[in-house]
Nanobody, 124 residues
Framework: QVQLVESGGGLVQAGGSLRLSCAAS????????MAWFRQAPGKEREFVAT????????YYADSVKGRFTISRDNAKNTLYLQMNSLKPEDAAVYIC?????????????????WGQGTQVTVSS
């Protein structure tokens, strides 16, 4: 049974930082492309970042490029998202996703497993 469990969310002031984690189990983590998505109230889920099996290839949404960094530790079966210079518009539930393919994608429906999410709130 595959499980993805996010943690690290919380309340932060604009300009602050948070580090999210996603602990994976029930899958061979190092063979999955991983990603972060986010969903704000009343909005569609949107792509944030994706990372390849080895961590060598990373791709970001324009809205977070230069502020967020996606990384992974295959030895710990854990995905990370370092978020700096947070803005009120970054507030959302952040959700990690796993794709059983080496091909990276920003398309939500092409991911196989999803976590429950962790809430990020940014005060102005």
């Amino acid at each position: 049974q595959v499980q993805l469990v996010e943690s690290g969310g919380g309340l932060v002031q604009a300009g602050g930082s948070l580090r999210l984690s996603c602990a994976a189990s029930g899958l061979t983590f190092s063979t999955y492309t991983m990603a972060w998505f986010r969903q704000a109230p009343g909005k569609e889920r949107e792509f944030v970042a994706t990372i390849s099996w080895s961590g060598g290839n990373r791709y970001y949404a324009d809205s977070v490029k230069g502020r967020f960094t996606i990384s992974r530790d295959n030895a710990k079966n854990t995905l990370y998202l370092q978020m700096n210079s947070l803005k009120p518009e970054d507030a959302a539930v952040y959700i990690c996703a796993a794709r059983a393919s080496a091909v990276q994608t920003t398309i939500e429906r092409e991911y196989d497993y999803w976590g429950q999410g962790t809430q990020v709130t940014v005060s102005s």
